[in-house]
């Protein structure tokens, strides 16, 4: 089975503080994801990666930044954090980029609070 | 127009009962589907894919996808209280050289005793 990891289940931080949210995958996927997920407006994708320090925006990157150092370990940051950014956070991992087939599993989400 | 859409539900239905739940995605491009149980506080949770017209079944679960009418859905068969969670549809979207899945909001599902 797909093991996604990420670093915590919880969070508090507060406003203008720079955040780390890390996710580790162990089926050697080329693909990390990272979402958002409100209520309402369901799963956003803020950035993606499909290879080793590759990256690309996805529908709302503002904000965020990400780093992807080693094929198994995909970095969510938030540079400054604010208070439009408390959310839960979803890192997910997929097969070959080109094969439209290659479901996404997810980690267990982080729930991030900025006060 | 949302790419994929999907009634908010709540959807209300006795136990053993079938639940119907229903998806349309608007770009005719699409060739993989798929449908998510998240529990609330949990995250998704793959229980089904669908790559061709017509119908796939898995135990109690059974997706249909008619892609002419851009419109996907799952059946539950004999559905149990542990069913009762959110079901997201989520649907690839290939732009910019990428293949992304673009989810729904989802449908809640409550199978009452």
């Not at chain 1, 890192?91 to 997810?106: K, R, W």
């Amino acid at each position: 089975d797909v093991k996604v990891t990420q670093s915590s289940r919880y969070l508090v931080k507060r406003t203008g503080e720079k955040v780390f949210l890390e996710c580790v995958q162990d089926m050697d996927h080329e693909n990390m994801f990272w979402y958002r997920q409100d209520p309402g407006l369901g799963l956003r994708l803020i950035y993606f990666s499909y290879d080793v320090k590759m990256k690309e925006k996805g529908d709302i990157p503002e904000g965020y930044s990400v780093s992807r150092e080693k094929k198994e370990r995909f970095s969510l940051i938030l540079e400054s954090a604010s208070t439009n950014q408390t959310s839960m956070y979803l890192c997910a991992s997929s097969g070959a980029v080109l094969h439209s087939n290659q479901p996404q599993h997810f980690g267990d989400g982080t729930r991030l609070s900025i006060l | 127009q949302k790419e994929v859409e999907q009634n908010s539900g709540p959807l209300s239905v006795p136990e053993g009962a079938i639940a119907s739940l229903n998806c349309t995605y608007s770009d005719r491009g699409s060739q993989s589907f798929f449908w998510y149980r998240q529990y609330s506080g949990k995250s998704p949770e793959l229980i089904m894919s669908i790559y061709s017209n017509g119908d796939k079944e898995d135990g109690r679960f059974t997706a249909q996808l008619n892609k002419a009418s851009q419109y996907v859905s799952l059946l539950i068969r004999d559905s149990q209280p542990s069913d009762s969670a959110t079901y997201l549809c989520a649907v690839n979207r290939f732009s910019g050289g990428y293949n992304k899945l673009i989810f729904g909001a989802g449908t809640r599902l409550a199978v009452h005793p």
